[in-house]
């Protein structure tokens, strides 16, 4: 999981404008974002350091222009800050999914799902080596990314489920929820046995839960299935 992510929209209109003002120029003086937003150049500095401190601004470069003095100080955005404006990463990856189905068949989607389950897989498995089957279901809260907020492990009679409160892959998911198969398969994988997922965005439950069953150990030679319409990974049995 990953924290909800801030859009342009949702900060405070000086900031927007300064940070729009600098995305239109690629990099801009103080002067410049002073007299384009008709600011003294010490609102705008205090601005700024505000933006640096939050990671979306930083200092890019000074420019001089020949015969002049002191050279003036240029301001970029950072990655981060690139990212408060909008992308379409999710319109394009359906894209390539169904352009991939459609050339090269379902089976070569298949494998390139089993392709990013083995990279998750070996991304987790010396950190898991060796934990006993609770903690390494603990340690999955941090699936997505360390210390997240959003996923949490509840206990009930039948066992333990990880619950994520937000879906990093959202906007895919929705529209493609095959991907999930690939986080149901990693988590069998990773955990040993079978993982069902019992509540899911796409119904429109908010969530996304997923049923570790402990008593149902995997097959030996799993690797990936797409999941089944009961939430769970096919060709465990």
């Not at 200092?59 to 909008?86: C, E, I, S, V």
């Not at 319109?91 to 999914?97: G, H």
């Not at 799993?222 to 049995?237: I, K, L, P, S, Y």
Request: glycine fraction near 6%; proline fraction near 4%.
């Amino acid at each position: 999981m990953t924290q909800a992510r801030t859009t342009l929209d949702q900060l405070p209109e000086t900031r927007g404008a300064l940070l729009r003002f600098i995305k239109a120029k690629g990099s801009t003086a103080l002067a410049d974002m002073a007299t384009h937003l008709n600011m003294t150049r010490e609102a705008v500095r205090q601005q700024l350091a505000g933006l640096e401190q939050d990671g979306w601004v930083q200092r890019a470069a000074q420019r001089k222009a020949p015969g002049q003095g002191r050279p003036t100080t240029l301001f970029a955005l950072t990655a981060a800050g690139d990212h408060l404006f909008p992308k379409f990463y999710d319109v394009l990856t359906v894209e390539l999914l169904d352009t991939l189905a459609e050339t090269l068949g379902t089976d070569a989607l298949r494998r390139m799902l089993a392709s990013l389950t083995d990279k998750q897989v070996a991304h987790w498995q010396n950190k898991l080596r060796d934990l006993p089957l609770a903690e390494r279901i603990e340690a999955l809260k941090g699936f997505y990314f360390e210390q997240d907020p959003f996923t949490q492990v509840e206990h009930d009679a039948q066992g333990a489920v990880l619950v994520e409160h937000n879906c990093p892959y959202l906007n895919l998911a929705m529209q493609r929820p095959q991907l999930c198969s690939v986080t149901v398969s990693t988590l069998s994988r990773l955990l040993g046995v079978r993982v069902r997922r019992e509540a899911r965005f796409q119904a429109g439950d908010r969530r996304c839960a997923f049923r570790v069953l402990a008593e149902e150990p995997i097959a030996e030679d799993f690797q990936f299935e797409f999941e089944t319409e009961n939430g769970g990974a096919a060709g465990h049995d």
